[in-house]
């Protein structure tokens, strides 16, 4: 059984695919050692032999002592060193690794190999006395510690004493003298405290070492750090022994980190520090100021050469950008580490499309690199990372729930009329409200940011302020709000109507006065890698937008037409001309209260132009391009005033008693309205609805149409959940559709289709989609309905669901991301039922989930057309639809390696 | 082509087979005819003539004139008479009937073949020149408005002038001057309005009201029925002429009505009334008083013993008990139509069963024959039918749903405990509110009757009375319920606390005071009848009950064992002892408004010992029998008070200030609480209350074992949607139950499963199946989420999906009766997939549905093991499941005929 892989001189026995065996450490040395990479020679002992240590009682593998002996003779002759040499000791370093990296949860052992002759050869060598007994006495302490388990408290105890013996300030004063007197100390510590002498033997050493890596593998914070991460499966932790290099051996040595491109723009140059005659600890330590590489190029061109050679071959050879920590010893590079170096948004488009267009990568490769998470946090605006901590700290008023990142600043307003207000006045506004309804969002469409005291990432406001993209924080709970005297109170801190306040969406915080913001600008690799996957994906990515504005965003995000576009919010928000909306406001509600059809009717017709204007503002924003309109979904009682003094207003306009404002109001409330009166049901109790909406999105089509603007309307009935209903509804949609068209003498392709929002409908698919030209999945409802779960009251036992520390039950909140085993299986089966009946039945989502990455790779998979998300997130379903392209075509490839390898049967 | 088929003197060339092509009435005479019976002789010209008719521009097909003229000469020879005979002339009636009923839809001509000769005739012949020309002016009368559509006015008026001229009281004064003048006065009326004479030609009459009656089946009202009705595909009405007789002949001859059973109890005996020398409108007419048949017996025993040996042959024909109308023309029988009798249900129990005795029909024939609404109405009170309507009438207050049917007397309260407290007095009262919510179930449960102003048929109200099967109104709309004044105004009445009502469930009618009430009794045959049904039946049926008061109805019922024991009531009602209800009310409301595990865990405890009685007493009461135990369900807020004075009396009681309480209130209110936090996600946030209800069921199950009570307890867990979720709750339920068995040393076998109520637990339940025992669907909620429909709620629109001549869009209401189309579905695909992983996975249904004979047909179908329903629907499910296995024989036979049917290929 081989349990040691030699590396050194240009030659291993290990490599990267060894990860498993040598751990990552071991397999990256073997590596860099392979590619010709100046690394310090050495070996690594394998994950097996610590299992085999488990295994067997704390006993080493039989075979395991000469092949460290024989790696120990190979690693002699390739340093030209001999262990305990008493002019030019070979010294060592021992460290732990495994497969997956456990950061500070495992041991290392340096300068082994020291002992009281070898600490004379090192002084002799390095002619730097001081030198060698501080490195001496750095071994015993690390070596009583790792190997011996001895208090470090001991040995700490010792080094103040002697510092204060000698006036030294701080451990680099110490002299020489000091450093002799703390060896012998230690020395009798550790014989006190262990019954025997520090062993002088290296050999002795090397194997105390050895046995206390593999003891780390099994120490209690180890297997907590994996049990926490869960980290399964591994052997054990690999160990390292290599040739200690230093970087403080003198003026012509260092120590420094370097990234192969700049990590903040990805711009191609080298960037990183050098520290002349120091070690890697000192780096980190921050006491000197280290020079920066471009100074090293001209002081020490010569080491220059050999890092800017290094960093061709690394790039070359690992096809990313790297973190490089290197030492140079007289003069001599040595490669100690490198890995993926971390990077901005912008770095990581910049570099995957450099790497792509320096033929390092290929563009599906540059393409699935970028994560949706970098698009995200390309675009929304930060508190200025500038501004000082201190002041943002004191400025904190409370926390809550990231809903939308970025970041927003303006004076506090406690109504949506007050938003609308003030905005109105050129002011910029920040909308605070206990939660928020769709009577709101005139005012939340003027606000800069939006901050609820109640609901989660799926509440009204999330919901709405992430389909435009706007700062948005909800789930404050500290946060009190006193409508009566327009003020908020906080942690004894109260912030009234006008003061301003700042939202940090990224983080959920929530900031007195005007903090400081920084606006993101696109890098132009953003777009150029954005095309590229729209060369690679298959799903066509559309937008959710209910106006003009939001369209022409979606636009220039990319958007190929419009996947939902909403009709109720027009009838709150006169978007071109905000100071008409409560005429819009007025006609809903007198229809809403209307006792007859014909006074519904009458209502319905001053809607109608108001309708037909927002239609025409939308297809001539998306000119050429599909738009999906869905007719009026919301409960009818979201559409009335519940507040005594709006009642009185609304009584008066529309000419009828507050207390009958107030009684049908009364009558309009429903015990579940997710599940009640809404949807297409009100168009099967009020056709005179559903013929308005279809009369002003055909007036406003023929009115585009004449004047040579491309429009391609698809009007979608919500919440349907049977053929018959549906048919019903289309008939009458086409009625109306070709009676305009008709009386225009106009000639405009249409579908009519509907969305897939209830567990019947999608049950029932292949009859729906008789009726139906074509599907769009409303995945919040169909997860509403599929799961039994109310939105709006989840927050209260769904953290549970999620959270593994708690029940655990589901990997992601399934309103962010697809529950693709139940509510995806239902999707699976309509989308196969659907197409069934309807060959090439277009299916689509415009649910939350449409820019969810994970939702987008399901998408792809069920073979569904296209996705609808909100304007923002419309480059993030752009990319995670390439990335499902890219997926799918590794596990093809994969399928087909493996079949390949299958042996053949005889 | 035959367009005409004969009968008479003992031969028929039709049958009841040929009902499509004679119509009902044309196959019958020839079905009676064919087995012996005394039919007047006649013929029948097809419905395909009729379709002919209207095909060709109302031209009759060309083979019919010489059918039908050697048809009357058949006619002629069979009754020994001539049309038009000077002496004793043939007179025939001309009727329509297609192969459905349209009753009063169409036309008939009678008398037919008199003119000015027959006439003389007939009066020859009858001695009663008097009768002749009354039936003379009748037939003109007849024809001239079935035939020629003259208007019926002009015709009254000549005879009221005549009935004045000759001073008679009414038309059986007139003498017969008085009719001839009348003809007379007729046919000049025909001949106005028509330009030519009355036909004196009887085949001219003949061909006249042939067409006639062609031509009635196209008239306006009977297309409009046929539309209504949805009477479809019929080919049109068959023409039936018949000889005519007379009971109105003289002191020989008579016409009566008779079943061949009394209908009112079944019992086997000769049931109707005979009018001597009178016609069968003037039986209708009810002027004078008719002879029971006994009487008939002794005054004319020939009579009788001909009607006898009708009676038995119809009976040992048709398999059922007739309602036969006959004449007796001059000593003789002529039986004119039979047909099934209408019965009480307690008529058709005793019916069925004694036919099964008697060899008429098989067993499960009989079965068969049984509706579920026959067994309905055997159970519920009734108002006293002997009452005077005109003082019901005027008692009448309002109407509103008929939600559960009886009667119930009562004094009105308005409040639960209002309710409880009149209970306690010994006094009956009716709870009448706006609404009910769980906290009124106490008051509920004492009440006589239950009245709502709100509501729809599966509103809580209803839901939980039917579960009694106690007297329920809902929607009563008219009602106005003033809470402060304690007092309800009704159509400007008033009706105070105190006051004494009346509901009548079956109608839905609510009265003011005290209208005696009739209480059904069993018959015997019902027991007969039930236990063949049981021998037939493969579902098992078991019952939905919460208290031992229920679960012994239940048995009584023949309730095979608990499938729905819903513990939350027991929350709030101590059954046994209702004075310590506040107990648990106070217990529950601690454990909800705890801020801690501890504090939680302490109010759990006081509940243990009343939950652990309430399970003692059921498991006695279900002795021998399953019980499946639902852990608790709702959510926590329908356990709290939501009027501030009883919020300040439970923070008074449980020691914290009253807006502590109303704060934590407000904080359980919900958006949509039927997705809410609810059901077995409750015991995912607080498992201490799962541990309490386990621990109470074992407890229990423990002590009954030790004193000889066998228990075979079932824990169910509810609103399952996901198999992690059960596992965690199963194992929880299973750790507490061994607990308990371990330490008492007692060996009991239970199960744990869940309910299936969402479409994720349905879609997943092979994984589901994993975990879980066996599934009950909860078809009320799994109804709610597939459909996305709130039971609350869509009382405001599903009366339009349901109602034909609105949407109509379903054919049932689905909360009633199962959607087998959409739910079903779903339901076939977990059955399916929770037997795949867990073979013979035992499957019921507790819904509502459970007692719904359509949908427990389709539990039968699916493969379920039992139903659940409420008590009093048990024998409708016992009824109900063996219907179901009939059906599919019957299937299958018919199936397999096909099969013999087929041709074999060469």
Known sequence: MKYVYVFGGGKAEGSAALRELLGGKGAGLAEMTRIGLPVPAGFTITTEACAYYFKHKQQVPRELTPQVRAAMKHLEKATGKR???????????????????????????????????????????????RFAWDAYRRFIQMYSSVVENLAKHDFEEQITATRKRFGAADDTKVPVEGWQEVVSHFKQVYREHTGHDFPQDPEEQLWGAIRAVFRSWMAEKAVTYRRVEKINGLLGTAVSVVQMVFGNWGEDSGTGVCFTRDPSTGEPHFYGDFLQNAQGEDVVAGIRTPLPLSELKKRFPEMYAQLDQARKRLEKHYHDMQDVEFTVQQRKLYILQTRSGKRTP????????????????????????????????????????????????????????????????GRAVFTAQEAEEWASRGEKVILVRRETSPEDVGGMYVAQGILTATGGKTSHAAVVARGWGKCCIVGCEALQ???????????????????????????????????????????????????????????????NADTPHDARKAREMGAEGIGLCRTEHMFFKDFEQPERSADRQFAIQEMILAETPEARRRALDKLLPFQRRDFIGIFEA????????????????????????????LAEKIGVSAEFVAKRVEQLHE????????????????????????????????????????????????????????????????????????????????????????????LLADRIAEVAEFFSFGTNDLTQTVMGLSRDDAGRFLPDYVNENKAGIFKADPFQSLDTEGVGLLIRWAIERGRSTRRGLKVGICGEHGGDPDSVRFCHEVGMNYVSCSPFRVPIARLAAAHAVIEEEKRKAKGRAGAKERPVAQ
């Open 83 to 129: 262990f305990g040499d008493r002019r030019d000791p070979l010294l060592v370093s021992v460290r732990s690794g495994a497969a997956i990296s456990m950061p500070g949860m495992m041991e290392t052992v340096l300068n082994l190999g020291l002992n009281d002759t070898a600490v004379s050869g090192l002084s002799e060598a390095t002619a730097n006395p």
């Open 346 to 409: 912008a770095a990581a488009f910049r570099i995957a499309v450099d790497f792509a267009k320096e033929k390092l990568i290929a563009r599906k490769e540059a393409v699935a690199r970028i994560k949706p998470h970098d698009i995200e946090r390309l675009f929304y605006p930060v508190i200025d990372p500038d501004f000082s901590q201190e002041k943002l700290e004191k400025a904190k008023l409370a926390s809550g729930i990231n809903a939308v990142p970025g970041a927003a600043v």
């Open 481 to 543: 709000v006193d409508y009566g005297n327009q003020r908020l109170s906080v942690n004894g801190r109260t912030v009234a109507q006008g003061d301003w306040i700042t939202l940090d969406g990224n983080e959920g915080l929530v900031y007195e006065g005007q903090i400081p913001v920084a606006m993101p600008r696109l890098p132009g690799a953003y777009f150029t890698l954005l095309g590229w996957a729209d060369e690679i994906r298959k799903l066509g990515v559309r937008t």
């Open 622 to 649: 998306m000119k050429g391009l599909p738009v999906t309109i869905r007719l009026v979904d919301p409960p009818l009682h979201e559409f009335v005033p519940h507040e005594a003094e709006r009642q009185r207003e």
């Open 671 to 762: 015990a579940n309205p997710m599940l009640g009166h809404r949807g297409c049901r009100l168009a099967i109790t009020y056709p005179e609805i559903l013929e308005m909406q279809v009369r002003a999105i055909f007036e406003a089509a023929v009115d585009c149409k004449k004047r040579g603007v491309q429009v391609f309307p698809e009007v979608m009935i919500p919440l349907t959940m049977d053929k018959k209903e549906l048919g019903i509804l289309t008939d009458a949609t086409r009625r109306v559709a070709d009676d305009v068209l008709k009386q225009a003498n106009a000639k405009i392709n249409y579908t009519v289709g509907t969305m897939i929002e209830l567990p019947r409908a999608a």
